[in-house]
């Protein structure tokens, strides 16, 4: 080898070597793929022994579907090239059989090149380089295409630096689309994260403002039924004091007035003649008329409020209940009752809610056996009341139509007792009633 010879080659491996260090500053330097591949394209149509024209471009491979999509150029393209070639499959033209080969192609002339498919009217002579752009790991990334004069020469000596070139371009691609969709993602993720913040913000607004409004409207509904219960409790005292009044009118003026008028009935019978049987008969009947009566006005006056109540207090008259429904539904009673100290109103209260659950007993259970317990538990007095009839279903215990269940719970929470209703199906119900002392 002459010595000019070894010199030449010496000479444009250096250049070899340089534009690859300048490619690769380029790649590591830029940012944005398309700003990289650009200036790449810069670089590689600026070295004067590669003798390309300044025309260039890139396309990005879609493996799935098997087409190449134009990314980027360089140089001056006719708008009909470029709306030709913005999509070209894999196995068409140059660049589709550099896709589908993966192997540098040289063409020495568009015109006399069988494998140049594609023609455009201002189309000029002209080579080509088509260089894949392949990973260290084998996957295509794109294709790049250089223009040249007509039958370039120096291919054959530079097939690796190009090769080498369009590795580092395909790894950088790569890197910087991963870089790019991490980065999109980040930002889509901190929009609907800020997206979401907004959202929850006005939700929790929204929330504070509901959350408020329902406090206020429990406080009001609370202030209401406590004043509701207050009013009930009211008119409840004012019936009792009504049927306190009532019966003792009843039983002392009415009773009075009967007793008086059977011992005037008395006297008159022994004043009549025994000559005259039907005056003895119709005074006869009379009599019994007026006992009758009188027994009348003792059952209402205890019905209104049993006198026993006030005078042998709760036990005695929870007893005295139960003999009268014995005799009036033919129930059976259990008693166990443990006499405790309790002010009147409280009295009256437990009695009616007895009473009550008596009436609820023989209206609707079909029992014919009611066990009742009264005792005192810690600082608590406790009313159990339990029968073997069919029980009820468990919605029925808060049905809004069970108006007796809702007057006993109403009397119990007055006095800042509890209540609670036991029952099921075909086993009986149990009420259980506890009031502080």
């Known amino acids: 080898m002459s010595k000019e010879s070894a010199e030449s080659k010496s000479r444009l491996l250096t250049q070899e070597y340089e534009i690859l260090h300048e490619v690769a500053r380029v790649l590591h330097s830029s940012q944005g793929v398309k700003s990289m591949l650009e200036n790449v394209l810069s670089v590689l149509t600026g070295f004067d022994d590669l003798k390309v024209e300044r025309k260039a471009g890139i396309f990005l491979a879609d493996p799935e579907k098997k087409v190449l999509n134009l990314y980027c150029t360089l140089g001056e393209f006719s708008d009909e090239f470029m709306e030709k070639e913005r999509v070209v499959p894999y196995g068409d033209c140059l660049c589709g059989r550099v896709a589908e080969s993966g192997q540098l192609l040289m063409s020495e002339s568009c015109f006399s090149d069988a494998r140049h498919e594609r023609r455009y009217d201002d189309m000029q002579a002209h080579g080509h380089y088509i260089v894949p752009l392949k990973t260290k790991a084998g996957s295509l990334r794109g294709v790049m295409f250089l223009y040249t004069n007509t039958n370039p020469s120096w291919y054959q ?28 993602y980040r930002n889509d993720l901190e929009e609907r994260v800020a997206e979401r913040t907004e959202d929850l913000n006005q939700a929790n607004t929204t929330l504070r403002i509901e959350v408020a409004e329902r406090t206020n409207a429990e406080k009001q509904l609370t202030i209401i039924r406590e004043q509701l219960r207050n009013l009930s409790n009211h008119l409840q005292n004012i019936r009792e004091e ?7 009118e009843v039983h002392d003026e009415l009773g009075q007035s009967l007793t008086a008028l059977k ?23 009379m009599s019994g008329l007026i006992d009758s009566t009188i027994t009348s006005v003792q059952r209402i006056s205890s019905e209104l409020r049993p006198q026993i109540l006030d005078v042998m207090g709760l036990c005695e008259a929870i007893s005295w209940q139960a003999r009268e429904y014995k005799k009036r539904a033919n129930l059976q009673f259990d008693l166990n009752c443990e006499e405790v100290i309790i002010n009147k109103e409280m009295t009256t209260e437990l009695f009616r809610i007895f009473q ?6 023989v209206r609707h259970s079909q029992a014919d056996r009611v066990g009742i317990h009264l005792y005192q538990e810690e600082k608590q007095l406790i009313l159990e009341i339990e029968d073997n009839g069919d029980g009820m279903a468990p919605e029925k215990i808060n049905d809004s139509q069970s108006l007796g269940l809702i007057g006993i719970r109403e009397r119990v929470l007055f006095f800042g007792g509890e209540v609670d209703f036991l029952s099921e199906p075909g086993k009986g119900t149990r009420v259980i009633v506890k009031t502080p002392l």
């Open 242 to 248: 009504e049927k306190t009044r009532i019966a003792r």
């Open 356 to 361: 009550e659950a008596l009436t609820n007993v």
């Open 263 to 285: 011992m005037d009935l008395v006297c008159l019978k022994e004043e009549l003649p025994d000559q005259k049987p039907e005056l003895q008969e119709r005074m006869q009947t």
């Open 157 to 184: 000596h530079s097939q690796e630096v190009l090769l080498s070139i369009g590795g580092l371009m395909a790894d950088a691609i790569e890197h910087n689309l991963v870089e790019e969709e991490l980065a999109q």
